[in-house]
């Protein structure tokens, strides 16, 4: 039905390209590209190792998504009808912008963050909405797990199972281990960044902010039990208020274990997670000493484990979900609708951990509706805005079933 391009060869894109592939009545061919080619040859080789497409039919590119001219001159070449954003949310604008100047639809993922600013919002991207509506293109935003499948679960539950939606509590809880000491399971850059912020939720039509994981309480998640779980800032929750208005109250919480806390705030006080640049002595490569300047998260990033090599020893799993309160016929109704996805099998389908796995998945599906037409308008949309049941029916069919609790204890 369609070309894809993928952009970024990390843990998401691996996951993506193989649910791709998987698929190939859907995408008919496939590029992956990114800023380090060689990435992208071994992914696309281990793809066709498994057999599911021919062998020598992934093609691959070296491009830097920073660069505008670069991108347009790339899909001016390949001309996909897709191009799936798997690279880092520094690259959402100059992607969108080589999309609108080379005619080509859009997903992501994440929104788009400044490199020198720890701060995410749509706006950046909504502005975009005229110029991809004036082109007859599709932008599709935030179509991962959280954001993407807590959103369509949101837009799920108002379409069949409530007239008003009043409170939302999104809840993520990896109860996963990887034997490491500190890891994170996506772009340590992007998630400490991320965790360290300002803790924001919305409550009766404005933002209330919190300090970082200011508040917490232990959350009972199924087949997992009690997590204490910290109140953080979330992209889609912006857009979530803004698609339902009626909703009073909107929180995001992700579980941390003690061990993990303890290394962050180690790193937050010895200036680590600082996104600033300083001076710092290296050797040159001709063994003298030269002044070059580093950003102190980029360069811990490059000393910590590699969120794609966690998978191995990977076990237990995660647990992510919505837990809805509102009104049907005018009674108050409790819903919850999750899905547990498990490290290990995750790994032995696709090489990669669970948190890459439950991001690529719906990456993949978010395509596949818009391949097969079903989420095709022009404009910039998050995934709410679409109609959730046939992107629920894949995601039962794609490897992440979903579950669901009517008039349960919410805890919340
Ligand atoms: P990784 O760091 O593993 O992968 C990022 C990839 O992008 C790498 O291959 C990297 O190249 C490539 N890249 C970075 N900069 C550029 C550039 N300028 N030009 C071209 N390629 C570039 O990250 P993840 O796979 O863990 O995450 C991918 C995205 O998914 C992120 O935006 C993240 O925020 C998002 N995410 C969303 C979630 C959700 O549920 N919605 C959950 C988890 C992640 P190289 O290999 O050379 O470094």
Same mark, same amino acid.
């Given at each position: 039905m369609g070309k894809v391009i993928i952009i970024g060869a990390g843990g998401v894109a691996s996951v993506a390209a193989h649910k791709v592939a998987q698929n190939s009545d859907v995408f008919t061919e496939i590029m992956i590209a990114s800023r380090t080619k060689a990435k992208c040859d071994v992914l696309a080789k281990a793809i066709e190792a498994k057999g599911? %497409?021919? %062998?020598?039919?992934i093609k691959t590119a070296k491009v830097d998504a920073d660069n505008v001219e670069e991108l347009v001159a790339l899909f001016n070449e @390949?001309?996909?009808?897709?191009?799936?954003?798997?690279?880092?949310? @520094?690259q959402d604008l100059t992607i969108m912008e080589a999309c609108l100047q080379s005619g080509v639809n859009y997903l992501d993922t994440a929104n788009y963050e400044p490199k020198d600013e720890a701060h995410f919002e749509y706006s950046w991207q909504w502005a975009f909405k005229d110029r991809f509506e004036k082109a007859g293109l599709t932008a599709i935003l935030g179509?991962?797990?959280?954001?993407g499948v807590t959103s369509i679960y949101t837009a799920y539950a108002a379409k069949h199972h409530f007239d008003e939606i009043q409170y939302l509590d999104i809840v993520d809880c990896?109860?996963?281990?990887?034997?490491?000491?500190f890891a994170t399971n996506f772009n340590p850059e992007i998630n400490i960044r991320e965790i360290t912020q300002k803790g924001l939720y919305w409550e009766n039509g404005k933002w209330v902010e919190t300090e970082p994981l200011e508040i917490h309480k232990p959350l009972t998640y199924p087949e997992v039990g009690p997590k204490e779980s910290y109140l953080l800032h979330h992209e889609e929750i912006e857009s979530l208020v803004k698609n339902y208005p009626t909703i009073k109250r909107a929180r995001f919480w992700m579980t941390f274990g003690e061990q993990y806390l303890k290394h962050l705030d180690v790193i937050q006080n010895i200036g680590m997670s600082r996104i600033d640049e300083i001076e710092y002595e290296a050797t040159g490569l001709d063994g003298k000493p030269v002044k070059v300047k580093i950003v102190p998260l980029q360069f811990l990033k490059a000393v910590?484990?590699?969120?794609?090599?966690?998978?191995?020893?990977y076990e237990g799993q995660t647990s992510i979900g919505c837990r809805i309160r509102g009104l049907k016929d005018g009674k108050e109704h409790t819903y919850y609708v999750y899905n547990n996805c498990s490290h290990r099998a995750a790994y032995e389908e696709t090489g990669m951990q669970g948190v890459s796995y439950t991001t690529g998945v719906p990456a993949m599906i978010g395509a596949m509706m818009f391949m097969k037409g079903?989420?095709?308008?022009?404009g910039v949309w998050n995934v709410?805005?679409?109609?959730p049941d046939p992107f629920m029916e894949q995601l039962n069919k794609q490897g992440l079933p979903w579950h669901e609790i009517h008039d349960g204890d919410l805890e919340l």
């Open positions: 599911l %497409v021919p %062998v020598g039919s @390949y001309k996909p009808d897709l191009c799936m954003n798997l690279a880092l949310p @520094y179509c991962g797990f959280d954001p990896n109860a996963g281990d990887h034997h490491k000491a910590l484990p590699n969120p794609q090599e966690l998978g191995e020893n079903l989420w095709k308008r022009p709410e805005e679409f109609d």
